[in-house]
Structure formats: structure tokens, C-alpha cells
């Protein structure tokens, strides 16, 4: 099946449906029907949302490169600390998960001896690591990254040993009459076979990442998106709490169209796949 | 180099749950290089357990396999296989399936190059040569299994059905492909078919296999000349000899069935 191309027409399609929406909430802010600190009118947010993201000083020269400037807005440092958190946690938790996975999907005696450990352990939360990590690591990006990483490492592990397991015999077959064995078998024909697996525990895992940021923002650091819109309640700027929303949403939009890019890329021989 | 094929005594038995299935029993052949043998038989004659013993991927219970002087204890290089289902790697391009073999051999990457490009060539393949499986036909596919299994100048081919998946044209045109390989490069081929018009059209010899346990129910030359007109007198001759021979052993796969069906 073919994605059809780009077209306006589909595109304002999908549109007038949130502007009906977005109208219609403005309506009611502007007619009075709602108090403002509950849902503030999408203006307002909008107004908000610029403010976040511009910079709190005016330009100084003197204070060096623009760049900086143009990107000390809190909105933006708010934003890349929450992904350097995503990333980091991300890289340490699949990290771990994709080596242990290949192990326990490829050998049945590492199997028989960690697949219990692993089912004990894979229905507890990530979230409720959470008073075990501020204990453990204090505050600040240490547990955040920990609670990520935990968040990450289950559905990349998980995934990756049924993709091992689960290698067509045809392919393994073709490969031994071919002379693979030992890493050449590993490495160009089970691992490769096991990609599709991966990737969509990749997914899961890095969109598990995305909300376990936000929760350990919440409650262990003092900045990023979660922290923000948690703060902003404190001072009932419902406006902020909306912009910092909207940021979330944009941002996992953002990763989920990267990851569909990536997933694209490396499965562009699968069958049922666009190029 | 006696690269042939020396089959003793092999029987196959397979444990079920409702006893002991005897695939194979008694099997002694004989197959001198440069041969075109056809296994033929209905489904559940042991043809292919029986090509799969000589590929070295199922031994078998009893007897022992001897192919290119070495006795068959796994699956090996000078025994290249072709699958029904092609089995192509369809993560690699079809460059790299047909290099695969060479890479595992560790030559070195300009000679896989030439190899490649040469059997691209020799198979109609050399457009597709950056393609994927997915992107490739069935006929397509089969060239390039075949193209793999060439690359590694195997003296003997064992050939699981190949062309069973194929529309009548392309699996014509595939076949024809096939004898030309065959006379250039006088491999030993064992194919494996239950058409009986393809085992006529294609082979030197012809085995015809019992249904369970399967045994040699009849070995023959076929002494047609080449190529082969498939409505020749002589061609449905041996057409109808060998109908009536495949069909006695349809008829008690038929029976086994029915018989398995009354027991339920």
C-alpha cells in the first residue's frame, strides 16, 4: 500500500474540526462563560506560549553570542533539558535492554535463568521506582534519568528477545547451507531478521521514556516541561499549565515522527513498508 | 573429482505422538556427477526428507550419505541448496544475497564483486542488482536463490521445488534457465518435483518414490533428447507410465487420509 502524497485538500480536511474547536473556545472566553484561571481563552494561551519561548533578557551585545541569547528562553531550556533527560535515560536503559535481550533470545540457558527474574520485576511501573530512586539518588536529573532508563528498558528487552526467537528457520537454514555460523549468523542474518521486532520496543519504550520524564519532573527536578507546568499550577497560571502542554504534545510529536523516519529508513527492505 | 552422490541404505523415521512414522526406508542410490535427478512422488512420498538428508540439515536414522567423496554430517559448501520458498535474506539487496556465501568464505571484496556481476548477468538479473527481495517477482526471486547458490560453484545442487510457486510461463522460462546453467556448468542436480511433466522435461533420470514409508518405487533414464518438446509422442509416453505410477501412490496417500479420518 502506497501513503498517498501531500495534498492541501486532505490536509484542510483535517484541520477544521480543532478550528471549530479552537472557535468555539474563544467564543466562550470572550463571552464571559468561562472563568479565565480555569481554561484561560486560546489567545491568551497563545500570548503565553510566545512568552515562554522568547528570551527573559533583552539582546546584550556586550554578553556575548546570539545564538545563547536566542535560546535562553525558558520555554526552550525547559524543553532541552526534558530531552537531554529522554536521551540520556533512553540510551542508558535500551542500552542495557538490546545486549541482554540478544543474549536471552539467542541462548535458552540465559534464558531459563533471568526470564524469571525478568517477569517479577517487568509489571512494577516505572513510576513506582520513584520514592526507591529519590532515596537512592537524591534529587535532581540522577533519579529522573534512572526512572527513564527503567521506563526504556522493558519493552526494548522484551521486544528484542521475541524478535531473536522468533527468526523465521528458513533464513537459518539458508544461512548454515550458505557456511554462516557462530557472529557471521548473529550478526547478518539473526539480528537483522529480529529488526522489525526492535524497533516497534524502541517505540514503546522511548514513548514510555516521554511520559516517565514529565512524572519524575514532577517530583524530582527543578526544571523541564513536567517541573514548569507543575509550577505554573502553584501560581494558578492555567494559561502556562496549556503552553507547557502543548509543548509536550508538539515534542512527542516531534520524536514519533523522527522514530517513524528511522523506523523507515532501516526496515526499507520490509515487506508492507513505504520507501 | 567424484563429485557424486552416494546414497546407502538411508531410512528416516520421525517420533509423532501416535508412534513412530517411517518417512524413509531403504533408499540406495547412486547418482554419477553431471546428473539431472528428479525425486518424484505425491506429497508425503520423502522427497524432500529425503533432499534435505543430503543437504545435511535432518540425518538420517539409518544409512549414510556420501556427496562430493565426504560423508554428509551437516550442511556444507559443495551442496547448494535452492528453497521453494526462495529464502532469500530480505534485509540484503539482492547483490548481497548472491555475495553472501563468498563473504562467509571471507574472499576478498573485489572478487565477490566480479562473482556477483558475472551471475547477475548470467540469470537477466543486473537491473535489479540494488533491489530488494520484496521489490522482485517470484520468477525474480528464484534467480536470485539460484544466482546464491551458483556464486559458490557448488558441483552439486539440491532443489527444493523451486519452481512450484510459479505461474506456468515464468516456471517454463525458469526451467529452460536451468538446463543452459546446467549444461554450461555440468552441476549434479537433485531436484525435487510432483509434476511429472517438469521431471520429464528436465531430468536425465527420473525416481519415482512410494508414499509412506517412502522407497524407490521406480528408477529411470529418461532417453529423450534435448530439448525436450513437451508434446512430443515419446514425452506423453513416459508422460502416462509415469501418471499411472504416481497416481497407485496418490491413491493410498488418498486412503491413509481416509482411513486417519475415520479414526478421528
Known amino acids: 500500500m502506497r501513503a498517498a502524497a501531500f495534498s492541501w485538500q486532505q490536509a484542510g480536511v483535517g484541520l477544521v474540526v480543532p478550528a471549530l474547536l479552537i472557535a468555539l473556545w474563544q467564543a466562550a472566553a470572550t463571552l464571559g462563560w468561562i472563568n479565565p484561571q480555569v481554561l484561560p481563552s486560546p489567545l491568551a494561551v497563545v500570548d503565553k506560549w510566545i512568552a515562554y519561548l522568547l528570551p527573559l533578557q533583552p539582546y546584550d551585545r556586550a554578553a556575548g553570542n546570539w545564538l545563547a541569547w536566542a535560546v535562553s528562553g525558558e520555554l526552550i531550556v525547559d524543553a532541552l533539558g526534558s530531552l537531554y533527560r529522554v536521551a540520556v535515560g533512553f540510551a542508558i536503559g535500551a542500552g542495557l535492554a538490546l545486549p541482554l535481550g540478544l543474549a536471552m533470545g539467542a541462548n535458552a540457558r540465559v534464558y531459563r535463568w533471568l526470564n524469571p527474574l525478568v517477569q517479577l520485576l517487568r509489571p512494577i511501573p516505572p513510576i513506582a521506582y520513584i520514592p526507591l530512586s529519590i532515596l537512592w539518588f537524591g534529587l535532581g536529573n540522577p533519579p529522573a534519568v534512572f526512572l527513564i532508563a527503567l521506563g526504556a528498558f522493558f519493552p526494548v528487552l522484551m521486544n528484542t528477545i521475541a524478535g531473536v526467537r522468533q527468526v523465521d528457520g528458513i533464513y537459518l537454514r539458508a544461512a548454515r547451507n550458505l557456511g554462516a555460523s557462530g557472529p557471521t549468523m548473529f550478526v547478518r542474518v539473526i539480528l537483522p531478521a529480529a529488526v522489525p521486532y526492535i524497533l516497534s520496543g524502541v517505540r514503546i519504550g522511548i514513548g514510555t521514556a516521554f511520559i516517565v520524564v514529565i512524572v519524575s519532573e514532577m517530583i524530582a527536578v527543578n526544571n523541564g516541561l513536567g517541573f514548569r507546568i507543575l509550577e505554573a499550577r502553584e501560581y494558578f497560571w492555567s494559561d502556562k499549565i496549556i503552553a507547557g502542554m502543548i509543548t509536550i504534545g508538539l515534542l512527542g510529536l516531534a520524536i514519533d515522527i523522527a522514530m517513524n523516519k528511522l523506523n523507515n529508513h532501516l526496515l526499507r527492505w520490509h515487506r508492507g513498508l513505504e520507501h | ?264
Not at chain 2, 567424484?2 to 547418482?31: C, N, Q, W, Y
Not at chain 2, 522482485?136 to 556464486?151: E, H, N, Y
Not at chain 2, 511429472?196 to 533428447?225: Q, S
Request: proline share 6%; glycine share 8%.
Open chain 2, 1 to 264: 573429482m567424484s563429485a557424486h552422490i552416494h546414497i546407502a541404505g538411508v531410512g528416516k523415521v520421525f517420533p509423532t505422538a501416535g508412534g513412530e512414522m517411517v518417512a524413509l526406508r531403504g533408499i540406495d542410490l547412486e547418482i554419477p556427477q553431471g546428473q539431472f535427478v528428479c525425486l518424484l512422488g505425491p506429497s508425503g512420498c520423502g522427497k524432500s526428507t529425503l533432499l534435505n538428508a543430503i543437504a545435511g540439515f535432518a540425518p538420517p536414522t539409518t544409512g549414510t550419505i556420501t556427496a562430493a567423496g565426504r560423508v554428509v554430517t551437516g550442511p556444507g559448501p559443495e551442496r547448494g541448496m535452492v528453497f521453494q520458498e526462495y529464502a532469500l535474506f530480505p534485509w540484503m539487496t539482492v547483490a548481497d544475497n548472491i555475495g553472501f556465501g563468498l563473504h562467509i568464505k571471507g574472499q576478498p571484496r573485489a572478487q565477490i564483486a566480479a562473482t556477483v556481476d558475472r551471475l547477475l548477468a548470467m540469470l537477466s538479473l543486473t537491473d535489479f542488482r540494488h533491489r530488494f527481495p520484496k521489490d522482485l517477482s517470484g520468477g525474480m526471486r528464484q534467480r536470485v536463490a539460484i544466482a546464491r547458490v551458483l556464486a559458490l560453484d557448488a558441483p552439486i545442487m539440491l532443489m527444493d521445488e523451486p519452481f512450484g510457486a510459479l505461474d506456468a510461463l515464468t516456471r517454463r522460462n525458469l526451467q529452460d534457465e536451468l538446463l543452459r546453467i546446467w549444461s554450461e556448468l555440468h552441476k549434479t542436480i537433485v531436484f525435487v518435483t510432483h509434476s511429472i511433466e517438469e521431471a520429464i522435461y528436465l531430468a536425465d533420470r527420473i525416481v519415482v518414490m512410494t508414499y509412506r514409508p517412502g522407497t524407490v518405487k521406480r528408477d529411470l533414464l529418461v532417453e529423450l533428447p534435448r530439448p525436450r518438446d513437451p508434446a512430443a509422442a515419446g514425452f506423453n509416453t513416459l508422460k502416462r507410465e509415469l501418471a499411472q505410477l504416481v497416481m497407485e501412490e496418490q491413491q493410498r496417500h488418498h486412503h491413509d487420509e481416509l482411513r486417519m479420518a475415520a479414526v478421528d
